[in-house]
């Protein structure tokens, strides 16, 4: 354990990135308790609100992580100083992404549907953190060989193939598999290769005049969207609370 430790953690000077990393996940479980709390009128929390002005939590967030981004450049990647400065950026991060349907949208869409997008991206960024760890590069330039890795010519044709298949994934409307797909090649591949949702730019552009490619994409992006629509929402309230369901308006009297 102590030979994998220094071999993939710190010899490699990963160790502050899995400090910013903990440090990510722990304060968006922390507020996000504080938040439903608050929301359910429990515990001593409440909003911050000096003079009727409500301070949302991604403002010293934003400060966190501008301190702790530019102290993590300033320091490198060894040395307490930089475990300190990833912590604080990671704490930072944690704060901003946990609102980010509010920088979204440019309005306090917090416990609605569109208050999801953030728990979305706060997996999807802690999964990438992950991937890096686990030693995937972006592009895929950790699957080039030591020939390869040596010349200029080799690096730059993987970074523009794997890039390409990216590009062509996120045009067919697989932004998720499009982001994962930076750091795994294959999974980008596979994106790029299947049918594009119905909605997406690639769609309107390539499938307007082949219509059964228009019909099995609807027919595929149903069957998709009924399979997973459900689990997806089960886990997103699991994390980050149910949101608030907006009640019908009354019936009209005739």
């Not at 062509?168 to 591949?189: E, Q």
């Amino acid at each position: 354990m102590g030979n994998w430790w220094h071999t993939n953690i710190a010899e490699p000077g990963k160790l502050p990135l899995l400090l910013a990393l903990a440090a990510f996940v722990l304060t968006f479980a922390i507020t996000r308790t504080i938040t439903r709390m608050i929301r359910a009128g429990k515990g001593p929390f409440r909003n911050i609100t000096p003079g009727g002005l409500h301070i949302h939590h991604v403002v010293p967030g934003i400060v966190l992580t501008v301190v702790g981004g530019f102290g993590a450049v300033a320091a490198g990647r060894h040395g307490v100083a930089a475990g300190i400065c990833a912590v604080i950026f990671g704490v930072g991060a944690g704060l901003v992404l946990d609102e980010f349907a509010l920088i979204l949208h440019l309005d306090d869409v917090y416990w609605t549907e569109e208050g999801r997008q953030s728990v979305e991206v706060v997996v999807l960024t802690a999964s990438l953190v992950v991937l890096v760890l686990a030693g995937f590069s972006p592009l895929g330039v950790n699957d080039v060989t030591d020939e390869e890795q040596q010349g200029r010519l080799g690096v730059i044709t993987t970074y523009v193939i794997n890039f390409c298949f990216v590009l062509i994934t996120l045009f067919k409307g697989k932004t998720r598999m499009a982001v994962v797909g930076t750091l795994v090649p294959f999974v980008a591949l596979v994106g790029a290769l299947r049918l594009a949702r119905p909605t997406s730019p690639w769609a309107k552009r390539f499938y307007r005049n082949r219509h059964r490619a228009r019909s099995k994409a609807v027919l595929r992006a149903y069957h998709h969207d009924v399979r997973w629509a459900g689990p997806r929402r089960k886990f997103q309230d699991l994390i980050g609370g149910a949101p608030d369901r907006t009640p019908l308006p009354p019936a009209r009297k005739s």
